[in-house]
């Protein structure tokens, strides 16, 4: 073992380490004295130290001692420092804790403080108390908040509560990232309240997590909350909104959608949005929906409808969709009779699987040198065709 180790610390200063050393030190760790791998830690190149990372901390609590002197030396360089603490991030021991504790009172270092944290997220629910206390320093609660929201436990609900009203945005923001993955009234109180943030990541964030319920309920209040933000100055945020109404299949949800769909104020990237949030409640409303707009809508937006109704995969829903481009094929006006918007016709009758547009894709296939690829036109016929006989 004496051969190896010595080959280690050539190799480290040459900036070389060979497959057969770092396979026989990382299965026999338990030979390397403690003090010698400090010592690889602290001298070897990038690889050398990551080899030894991996040693070390197969030692577990015994090691915390050694790497506590290095992560609270103010004189250590600041990587070194850095790569104690990703070692004790991987150990779970509450002497870890002490260690933050102690290095949050000496140092100033941004890199440390947020490594800090995480190493304190990685310990789970055993530092929920600790991490609580930093909420109350507010130069440390960003890192805290930020921590606790990456500990899926119950224990964080009352401490996250506590600072969704932050002045800070970017706490509010992490607090509600975390506190939404739990199904609480009192969460989604803030959840509602946070809807008339002036951050519009707090308000989207809010959205996302209201709509978490709305899968569950069809409470027409919830609703009637997350309708107005359709016309919230942000577009993400609108854009949000009618994600999150697509969540519930209640009628008033469609008409709110609707309503905004047919709006000359609403932007275009909003109701291509909204078109497929229509298309995503899949209920025989939202689909007509579509369908009395389809006509109206500039080319773009007819475009865009004609494919999220192809990707309708309800059985119940399915012929009228088929239905409706069917009838607006027979009914199409000049303007939108275009390569582009028949093409899309075609590809949307064949993953319906649409029989009753036979008729209409021969048509569109005899006259396709004027459309579109006559290939691509006879290849759908021939699909539809043969499930017409099968």
């Not at 870890?96 to 789970?124: C, D, K, N």
């Not at 959205?207 to 016309?231: C, N, V, W």
């Not at 006559?374 to 759908?380: D, H, N, Q, R």
Request: glycine fraction near 2%; proline fraction near 3%; hydrophobic fraction near 40%.
């Amino acid at each position: 073992m004496s051969q190896t180790l010595e080959s280690l610390n050539l190799e480290t200063e040459t900036g070389k380490i060979n497959h057969y050393d770092i396979t026989h030190i990382l299965s026999s760790y338990d030979s390397i004295p403690l003090e010698t791998a400090i010592e690889m830690l602290a001298r070897g190149n990038f690889e050398a130290k990551w080899v030894v990372s991996k040693v070390l901390v197969k030692y577990g609590e015994k090691v915390i001692p050694l790497l506590k002197e290095i992560i609270l030396d103010e004189n250590v360089d600041l990587d070194l420092r850095c790569s104690a603490l990703r070692i004790v991030e991987q150990i779970k021991s509450p002497q870890v804790i002490l260690i933050i504790s102690e290095l949050f009172s000496l140092t100033q270092s941004e890199e440390l403080i947020t490594l800090a944290i995480e190493t304190l997220a990685s310990q789970g629910k055993e530092c929920v108390g600790f991490l609580s206390n930093l909420l109350n320093q507010e130069e440390y609660r960003i890192f805290a908040t930020k921590a606790l929201a990456q500990i899926p436990h119950t224990s964080i609900i009352a401490p996250l509560l506590s600072v969704t009203k932050d002045e800070n945005s970017q706490v509010r923001l992490y607090s509600l990232t975390a506190l939404k993955n739990f199904d609480r009234t009192s969460i989604l109180k803030v959840m509602i309240e946070a809807l008339e943030d002036n951050s519009s990541s707090v308000r989207k964030e809010a959205l996302i997590g209201i709509g978490l319920r709305l899968k569950k309920t069809q409470e027409i209040p919830l609703i009637s909350i997350i309708a107005p933000l359709l016309d919230d100055l942000n577009l993400g945020v609108a854009q949000q909104a009618a994600i999150t109404l697509s969540k519930c299949s209640h009628p008033l949800a469609v008409n709110f959608l609707e309503k905004s769909l047919i709006s000359p104020y609403t932007p275009i990237p909003l109701k291509i949005t909204i078109i497929k949030s229509l298309a995503w409640i899949e209920t025989e409303k939202s689909i007509q929906s579509l369908g009395n707009y389809i006509i109206l809508a500039d080319n773009l937006l007819t475009l865009e409808i004609i494919k999220v109704l192809g990707r309708i995969t309800d059985s119940k829903i399915t012929q009228d969709a088929i239905a409706i481009l069917n009838n607006f094929y027979e009914n199409i006006p000049p303007s939108k009779n275009t390569s582009e918007i028949l093409q899309s016709l075609c590809y949307s009758w064949k993953q319906l699987k649409a029989k009753s547009a036979l008729k209409y894709i021969q048509e569109i296939a005899e006259n396709s040198k004027k459309y579109f690829n006559s290939l691509e036109a006879e290849k759908i016929l021939f699909h539809l065709k043969s499930l017409s006989e099968s």
